[in-house]
């Protein structure tokens, strides 16, 4: 299956995997997959990635985090904004603020793929790519 919104489907099955309470979920490899994940990982969504190396292919197993004895997930909600259908920019001026704070917007910008927070102590906007909180 080749989808054309990669960021989209990676989206989709960290969603399905945090319903369904896996421990980890394995997402095709691309350089935006492998940023995005990083982003996740420094703001603490997720445990932490690995690279495999499945013959050509390259996947990422993404490690999902959960709160306490029930086992909550930590990502309440993954929202794709920008979409190869709709592009979303927005400056610096207009950088989207998440739950006034409490969640974030991963933004794809000149300086590679950040949080709307560091984009907006850089000065620098670019393609709202997901919400995450």
């Known amino acids: ?7 989209a489907d990676m989206l989709t099955r960290i969603r399905n995997a945090n319903l369904a309470r896996h ?3 394995d997402i095709p490899s691309t350089r935006m997959t492998r940023s995005i ?3 996740l ?9 690995e690279l495999v190396d499945e013959g050509v292919r390259r996947n990422l ?24 259908g709709l592009r979303v920019y927005s400056n610096r001026k207009e950088l989207p603020r998440v739950l006034g704070g409490i969640g974030i917007a991963i933004i794809s910008t000149s300086s590679g793929i950040m949080t709307d927070r560091d984009a907006r102590q850089q000065g ?9 909180w």
């Not at 299956?1 to 960021?7: F, L, P």
């Not at 620098?124 to 995450?132: D, N, Q």
Request: hydrophobic share 40%; with cysteine; aromatic share 8%.
């Open 41 to 49: 990982q420094e703001e603490g969504f997720i445990e932490g990635f």
């Open 61 to 84: 197993v993404i490690k999902l985090k959960y709160r306490g004895k029930t086992r909550d997930p930590i990502i309440k909600n993954l929202k794709r904004v920008s979409r190869p």
């Open 124 to 132: 620098i906007g670019g393609e709202v790519l997901c919400y995450v």
């Open 37 to 39: 994940a990083q982003v």
């Open 23 to 25: 421990q980890t979920v």
């Open 1 to 7: 299956m080749a989808a054309n919104d990669t960021i």
